[in-house]
T-cell receptor, first 116, second 112 residues
């Protein structure tokens, strides 16, 4: 079964709205989670690494104030797209690993965000 | 920075035949991990197979196997006895510590 749950799976909202996406590790504690963005027919682009109890590490070119990440517990990380605009429309995927380097990342099912 | 290259944007295979997807990567590390993920139309990322760089033996998972050439930094995926359900995007990934990088992907079509 799924070990990482991502919610919601689909969001459609008006421009200017802030949208929160949740990523939960279901049966393990994840001190680190990852947020990716995927454009149609393209690969996953790492946006940021979410660290429990500390600030997220953002990849170059990703706006910190636009994409707010909170990792307040060992099983939950949230990504908030603030004041979303049509260009923010995309597929967002989170992932987590069980803490051991040799373990693959477990992915959520993704969130399709559409800004009208 | 580590980069992962998949030089085949699209591949096609006849059902029951064998297909090989290519992947090369660039790294100065000696210990790392390599993965192949499958992404069907549902967009869910599904782990297909993984390889530890310190292991010389190629990983195998049922119909899926890899050809890992560490010196050449090559990590190809072979799918044997292809099935219609194998049709998907396939991503090669490199992982060192918590840093995972993906290739651009190869779209595999399986013809009945």
């Amino acid at each position: 079964g799924a070990v990482v749950s991502q919610h919601p799976s689909r969001v459609i909202c008006k421009s200017g709205t802030s949208v929160k996406i949740e990523c939960r590790s279901l049966d393990f504690q994840a001190t680190t989670m990852f947020w990716y963005r995927q454009f149609p027919k393209q690969s996953l682009m790492l946006m940021a690494t979410s660290n429990e109890g500390s600030k997220a590490t953002y990849e170059q070119g990703v706006e910190k104030d636009k994409f707010l990440i909170n990792h307040a517990s060992l099983t939950l990380s949230t990504l908030t797209v603030t004041s979303a605009h049509p260009e923010d429309s995309s597929f967002y995927i989170c992932s987590a690993n069980r803490g051991q380097e040799d373990q693959p990342q477990h992915f959520g099912d993704g969130t399709r965000l559409s800004i009208l | 920075a580590q980069t992962v290259t998949q030089s085949q944007p699209e591949m096609s295979v006849q059902e029951a035949e064998t297909v090989t997807l290519s992947c090369t990567y660039d790294t100065s590390e000696s210990d790392y991990y390599l993965f192949w993920y499958k992404q069907p139309p549902s967009r869910q990322m599904i782990l297909v197979i993984r390889q530890e760089a310190y292991k010389q033996q190629n990983a195998t998972e049922n119909r899926f196997s890899v050809n890992f050439q560490k010196a050449a930094k090559s990590f190809s995926l072979k799918i044997s006895d292809s099935q219609l359900g194998d049709a998907a995007m396939y991503f090669c990934a490199y992982k060192k510590n918590n840093d995972m990088r993906f290739g651009a992907g190869t779209r595999l079509t399986v013809k009945p």
